[in-house]
T-cell receptor, first 114, second 115 residues
Framework: QQQVKQSPQSLIVQKGGISIINCAYE??????FPWYQQFPGKGPALLIA?????SEKKEGRFTISFNKSAKQFSLHIMDSQPGDSATYFC?????????????FGTGTRLTIIP | SAVISQKPSRDICQRGTSLTIQCQVD?????MFWYRQQPGQSLTLIAT?????????ESGFVIDKFPISRPNLTFSTLTVSNMSPEDSSIYLC????????????FGSGTRLTVV
């Protein structure tokens, strides 16, 4: 059972534009929602994360928007750059921090074109 | 965050053989995990490597196929046994970073091709 659904599967955005990737979850017990960025040949790297007690978190050009009632969260990349071209995974986990198992979305391949 | 060294980075193996993948962390960590990422796919958790006790496997993964060792708080191995072409995948070690909002750190992975 797919517990975290991610869309779109691939995304092409012009340089300087806004990239938006969406995720939806089913399990209301999830309480930690990270986004990972993965470049070819590398392991995923934590980009930004949010807990459900806030609706938005911003770090530089990256913003997570969280809608608890809709069970959805999204990643916004402002002023997208070619260096942002990578695969992005949303994830979710349950429990007190330090003992969770991550459930990953299916990934979005983002391409930023000049 | 923790720095993970994973070896080998890639290998090509004959079917029926076994490969052991090593994960070394530069600091003591409580939780270590092994993931599989098939080409172009998402990450699937294989098991949690527990220090001093048997690993905890996820549904669909068994100890006979993926034996795991965790002799201390900085090191773990995953063995892929009796390999078949379906085992061709990227295998990733991940550790939890306790006490900070850094989440989980991943190694660069081992790209395994079974021929």
């Amino acid at each position: 059972q797919q517990q975290v659904k991610q869309s779109p599967q691939s995304l092409i955005v012009q340089k300087g534009g806004i990239s938006i990737i969406n995720c939806a979850y089913e399990n209301t017990a999830f309480d930690y929602f990270p986004w990972y960025q993965q470049f070819p040949g590398k392991g995923p790297a934590l980009l930004i994360a949010i807990r459900p007690d806030v609706s938005e978190k911003k770090e530089g050009r990256f913003t997570i928007s969280f809608n608890k009632s809709a069970k959805q969260f999204s990643l916004h990349i402002m002023d997208s750059q070619p260096g942002d071209s990578a695969t992005y995974f949303c994830a979710a986990s349950i429990g007190n921090f330090g003992n969770e198992k991550l459930t990953f979305g299916t990934g979005t391949r983002l391409t930023i074109i000049p | 965050s923790a720095v993970i060294s994973q070896k080998p980075s890639r290998d090509i193996c004959q079917r029926g053989t076994s490969l052991t993948i090593q994960c070394q962390v530069d600091s003591q960590v409580t939780m270590m995990f092994w993931y599989r990422q098939q080409p172009g796919q998402s990450l699937t958790l294989i098991a949690t490597a527990n220090q001093g006790s048997e690993a905890t496997y996820e549904s669909g993964f068994v100890i006979d196929k993926f034996p795991i060792s965790r002799p201390n708080l900085t090191f773990s191995t995953l063995t892929v046994s009796n390999m078949s072409p379906e085992d061709s995948s990227i295998y990733l070690c991940s550790v939890e970073v306790a006490g900070a909002f850094y989440g989980y750190t991943f190694g660069s992975g081992t790209r395994l091709t079974v021929v």
